[in-house]
């Protein structure tokens, strides 16, 4: 795991670890800190999984076969994280920034399409369903939770996975969505090729919230 001071963050890359005990540690953190925390932002990869948000209708899940599938604690509906997926979590203190849940929200998607932008790639949000989009089809999912005024969790970007496993479920409940990734849009073979981009953006967007 490497550290990074940036501003007023400081930034990790965890690497590749299992979604589990992540989560867990984000759940102390967020538990633990002061007014006085600085915020983080956390990079990780995971293993395959599959992750259905508090309120998750479970039928979404249709073959996970040899798949793990846990019930975590954020908003939405069932996703998939799984490697060549940057991930990347926010643990903000919101009431400190100023944000609120969906501004926030709105910060994770326009990092992704201002980083996207600089590889030729028009990218938008939709209000009725949180997340960036290409053409109709998913590139990022968004899902938060916010406790004691602090946000942890955030917001996962296909960038060269194996996307069969997105056959297995409805992504975010959605029965006929289909989903993309860097790697069929542009040049970009692996997430090195995108997270700099994406992690200035989001330093910048953060920067000016």
């Not at 369903?129 to 942890?152: D, I, N, W």
């Amino acid at each position: 795991m490497s550290e990074l001071i940036v501003r007023d963050l400081i930034v990790r890359d965890l690497g590749f670890e299992p979604m589990v005990p992540v989560w867990e540690r984000m759940k102390a953190f967020t538990e633990a800190r002061s007014e006085a925390t600085p915020d983080e932002i956390w990079f990780v990869e995971h293993p395959p999984v599959f992750t259905l948000g508090l309120n998750a209708d479970g039928s979404h899940v249709l073959a996970p076969g040899e798949i793990e599938v846990v019930r975590i604690d954020r908003g939405g509906q069932v996703t998939y994280h799984g490697p060549g997926q940057l991930v990347c979590y926010v643990l903000l203190n919101l009431r400190r920034r100023k944000l609120d849940i969906r501004q926030l929200v709105q910060t994770l998607e326009g990092a992704v399409i201002d980083a996207v932008a600089g590889f030729g790639i028009e990218a938008y949000p939709r209000r009725d369903a949180p997340g960036v989009y290409v053409e109709g089809r998913k590139l990022a999912a968004v899902g938060l939770r916010v406790r004691r005024g602090c946000s942890y969790h955030g917001i996962a970007v296909n960038v060269a996975m194996d996307l069969d496993p997105y056959g297995r479920i409805h992504p975010c409940g959605f029965e006929d969505l289909e989903v993309t990734q860097l790697a069929s849009l542009t040049a970009i073979d692996s997430i090195e090729d995108f997270r700099p981009d994406f992690e200035r953006a989001l330093i910048e967007r953060l920067s000016s919230s």
